[in-house]
């Protein structure tokens, strides 16, 4: 028997022994490959487009398949090469998690406060490094950014608004200037004071408690950049304290989490929050004392 025969042979009598024994289950004729985009169109594996392609083979009802994957972020319909995961899941993987880091670890374009008329202070980190080891140092305005504060904000306001960077610049980029407009325009047609926005750098939540002491706020609101995940680097939430004070519980802050393009977007975002800052005001609670 010829050298090619006998490979052949060998591998037929392998594979008819894995079908008996249950260990594989081969179709019958080869599986029809999904439909594949062009190279050109999917060539970053964090695109829509891209993620939106079943590699799922055979799947029972394709149907019901497709809306479980309309609904939802979670990687599902991934399918298995053997035990492990298929070379395009796992390098989507890396490249979320690229993504990720990139949000952490970048800063916010300068040109996005020049454009919507804010000033920029920072906290006591003074870079990325200290405010990723030193989370204390992140909770409290530096003194330069205090006085700058004082100087150049609306003192006693009914309500204080400003954004912070957090663990997402990426988060901020994608939201601000969507969300900032609509909450300031709804809390002004209300009737309430509102203080002189500006960007924090380095910031944590808790920050916003020493932001009500300088400024003596009624109700501060920071939108902040949330840590990102593998589904998303764009999520904003906005934590809201009435009569803040260095030290007050978490417990008596209100948050207003996923704010981003799949989930909760920035103008509608604004206008809910307009709604939860005025029921704060007039209730004179936040958090676990609101009543809902």
Do not use: W
């Not at 062009?38 to 964090?46: K, Q, V």
């Not at 992140?138 to 904000?153: H, P, Y």
């Not at 200037?177 to 325009?185: F, G, R, S």
């Amino acid at each position: 028997m010829a050298e090619p025969e006998r490979i052949a042979a060998i591998v037929a009598e392998v594979m008819e022994q894995l079908r008996r024994t249950g260990s594989v289950v081969l179709p019958a004729s080869p599986a029809p490959q999904p439909e594949m985009q062009s190279a050109g169109d999917c060539e970053d594996l964090t695109s829509p487009a891209c993620k939106k392609i079943s590699l799922l083979d055979h799947p029972q009802d394709p149907e019901a398949l497709e809306r479980m994957r309309g609904r939802t972020t979670a990687r599902i319909g991934v399918g298995r090469a053997g035990p492990r995961l298929k070379t395009k899941t796992m390098l989507t993987l890396r490249a979320d998690h690229a993504q990720a880091r990139d949000a952490v670890f970048a800063d916010v374009d300068s040109a996005l406060p020049q454009r919507l008329g804010l000033f920029t202070v920072e906290t006591r980190c003074g870079d990325k490094d200290t405010y990723l080891t030193r989370p204390d140092l992140g909770r409290r305005l530096s003194e330069e950014a205090a006085e700058t504060l004082r100087q150049r904000c609306i003192p006693h306001p009914d309500v204080q608004i400003f954004a912070s960077d957090g663990l997402s610049s990426t988060a901020v980029e994608a939201n601000l200037e969507k969300i900032l407009p609509a909450l300031t325009d709804g809390l002004k047609a209300r009737g309430l004071t509102v203080g002189t926005p500006f960007l924090l750098r380095f910031g944590r939540v808790a920050a916003e408690d020493h932001v009500a002491e300088i400024l003596g706020a009624k109700v501060v609101c920071v939108l902040l950049g949330e840590r990102p995940g593998l589904a998303t680097a764009e999520s904003m939430s906005a934590y809201i304290v009435y009569n803040a004070y260095v030290g007050i519980p978490e417990s008596k802050r209100t948050v207003v989490s996923n704010i981003h393009k799949d989930g909760i977007s920035a103008v509608e975002a604004g206008a809910y929050l307009t709604e939860v800052i005025c029921k704060i005001l007039e209730q004179k609670a936040s958090g676990v004392d609101l009543v809902k």
